[in-house]
C-alpha cells in the first residue's frame, strides 16, 4: 500500500534557506499546507548531497505523507529515484530538478527566460555581454545558459568563453565575478543568472565607481522583493516563487490525496521586467 498511516505532515526540502527566493516558495507551499490542515517539516540542504539523502531517510521515518524536493544534487542520482520508490511516497520537485523526467515538478522556463534577458540586451545594442552563471551541476543554470548562447547566435554574436565566469547563485560569488568582467574585461552589460549576484555585480560597480546604467547594463534573474531598494530598480526575470510553491504543494496533495503518482512537469511562463539597470548602448 502507498500510505499505511496518515501523518498529516509533508517534507519540503530546499538548498539554502538565507536565499530569499526560497522563504517565497516555502509560503507558498505552506499556505497550501495549513489550508489542507498539513504541517510542513523544512529541510535545508546547502545542496549537500548527504543532507539531502539524511533528511529523505529522516522524513521516511517521520512517515511523511509526501515531499516537495528543490535538488539539486539528490534529484540527479538513480539513487534518489530508487530511494523514493521503494519509500512509495509521492513526491513533486520544484525549482531545481527539471532533468528528471521520472517526478513530476514545478519549474520557470529557464531557458526562454535565459534567452528573454539576453535578447533584451542585443535589442539594447549591447554585444560584450558578461554572463555569470549558477553552478555548474544545477541544470536550471545550464538552461538558462542555453537561453544566452541562443539569443547570441539570432544577433550573429560569437560566443566569448572569456566573459562567461561560473558563479555560485550568491552574492560573493556575483561580486567576484564581476569585479574579474569590470577589471579586465570591457564587457558593457551582465546578465547574472539569479538577483543575489546581480547585487554582487551592483557592490563591485560601486567600488570600481562604474555606473549602472550609464556605463554598465545589468540584468538579474528572481525578480526578488529586495529589488525594490537598488537603485537603480534591477532589470530581472520574474519567476513568481510563490506561485510556484503554491502549485507545487497542490500537485502533491493531489497525489497523496488521490493516490495517483503523476510525472506531470509543470513549466511556467518567464516575464522579463525591465527596470532602470539597463541602458541603450552608445
Ligand atoms: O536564486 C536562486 C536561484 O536558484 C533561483 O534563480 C532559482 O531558480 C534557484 O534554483
Known amino acids: ?59 521516511k521515518e517521520k512517515n511523511v505523507d509526501g515531499i516537495i524536493f528543490s535538488g539539486p544534487q539528490e534529484t540527479q542520482s538513480k539513487e534518489f529515484y530508487q530511494t523514493v520508490q521503494e519509500y512509495e511516497i509521492p513526491v513533486v520537485l520544484l525549482d531545481r530538478g527539471q532533468e528528471n523526467r521520472d517526478f513530476g ?79 579586465e574585461k570591457d564587457v558593457t552589460a551582465i546578465f547574472a543568472f539569479n538577483d543575489l549576484m546581480a547585487f554582487g555585480v551592483y557592490q563591485a560597480a560601486v567600488e570600481l565607481g562604474i555606473n549602472i546604467p550609464n556605463d554598465l547594463s545589468v540584468v538579474g534573474f528572481d525578480n526578488l522583493t529586495y529589488n525594490q531598494l537598488l537603485i537603480p530598480k534591477l532589470t530581472t526575470i520574474e519567476q513568481s516563487a510563490y506561485k510556484m510553491g503554491e502549485i507545487a504543494a497542490t500537485m502533491l496533495f493531489d497525489q497523496i490525496n488521490n493516490k495517483n503518482i503523476s510525472k506531470e512537469q509543470v513549466f511556467m511562463e518567464p516575464k522579463l521586467i525591465i527596470n532602470g539597470s539597463t541602458k541603450e548602448f552608445s
Do not use: W
Request: glycine share 8%; hydrophobic share 35%; net charge neutral.
Open 105 to 183: 515538478g514545478v519549474y520557470i522556463d529557464n531557458e526562454k527566460a535565459g534567452y528573454l534577458a539576453t535578447k533584451h540586451l542585443l535589442e539594447l545594442s549591447h554585444r560584450k555581454i558578461g554572463c555569470i552563471t549558477g553552478p555548474a551541476n544545477i541544470p536550471n543554470s545550464n538552461e538558462r545558459f542555453k537561453g544566452y548562447t541562443k539569443a547570441l547566435s539570432e544577433f550573429q554574436v560569437p560566443i566569448d568563453d572569456s566573459i562567461i565566469i561560473t558563479g555560485n547563485y550568491l552574492m560573493e560569488g556575483g561580486y567576484q565575478a564581476a569585479k574579474t568582467l569590470l577589471k
Open 1 to 59: 500500500s502507498m500510505i499505511t498511516k496518515k501523518t498529516n505532515t509533508i517534507g519540503l526540502v530546499i538548498p539554502d534557506i538565507r536565499n530569499p527566493f526560497f522563504p517565497e516558495l516555502v509560503r507558498g507551499v505552506e499556505d497550501v499546507a495549513n489550508n489542507a490542515q498539513y504541517t510542513v517539516f523544512l529541510c535545508n540542504t546547502d545542496s549537500s548531497h548527504r543532507k539531502e539523502t539524511d533528511y529523505l531517510t529522516i522524513m
